[in-house]
């Protein structure tokens, strides 16, 4: 296959073309450097499958030759993030999922959109199966990604039913690995980085929220099952392995062997309360679980910020 991977130099597109590129896929990177990084595909430029291309996906896109796949990755993923930049964030799961659904109609390729776990919103069900329909404030600071991507499923969707394409949308829960940014404002590398210095873990609120973290491995592989699959619908790609912030901050105490404490910071406005993915569909349709545990996915991202 021919993949293009919008977001390519991002946490979870740079791994996509690490996974595309070793099946012996050749792979196409668009990526516009806002917060993805060269640092994240600099081992790729001497593999002659690989290809980069520093462009906004929100404008035209041109890809010469032929393309199977369109995975649409590319947007500012945390919340920090579509605070610094909630205008890009709107525009690249609107404009930019428009752009990229004409380029597969375009090739006759697959289509992939990386949705998220925030359609959901603060979820009044838990876990969250596929055919929840959420419960986002549109008009609240993260509004920018969660109504961008619920577009995005929209646009996806009408692609699928009006122009016949063939559509793929994994709804991504929280996940975390290697390659995610020191300073993404993430709970992960904020707990890690702050361990490892020695300064206090800052636990939002009372810390009783919950997330269900995936590492990046499995999640790679569950997109790429999706991928390969015929389902056209949205599929949640996540660890049912649900926690509070509370005990995640007490784990990577545990795992760093810090002796840092826990200060506790105001809640974000509408910081889900709860989240946990209902997978039933991805073990029944396309035979994915997760098989990282926790902890030793937590030994490896921290490996990997002592050492980055
Ligand atoms: N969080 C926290 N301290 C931090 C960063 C995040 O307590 O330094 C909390 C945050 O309020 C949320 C949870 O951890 O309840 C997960 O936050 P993250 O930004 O990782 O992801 P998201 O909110 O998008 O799930």
Redesign the pocket.
Known sequence: MRVLITGGAGFLGSHLADHFLAQGHKVIVIDNLLTGSLDNIAHLFQNPGFSFIKADVTNYIHVPGKLDAVLHFASPA??IDYAHFPIPTLKVGALGTHKALGLAKDKGAVFMLASTS?VYGDPLVNPQPESYWGNVNPIGPRGVYDEAKRFAEAMTMAYHRFHGIPVRIVRIF?TYGPRMRRND????P??ITQALKGRPL????R?T?T?SLCYVSDLVRGIALLLASDINAPVNIGNPHELT?AQLARIIIRLTGSRSRVAR?P??AD??QV?RPDIRQARAALGWKPEVALEDGLRRTIDYFKSA
């Open positions: 945390s919340p925030e929280n404002g993430r709970a992960v904020n707990f800052t636990v939002y609120g810390g929220q997330r912030v910071q809640l974000p910081d889900p989240r």
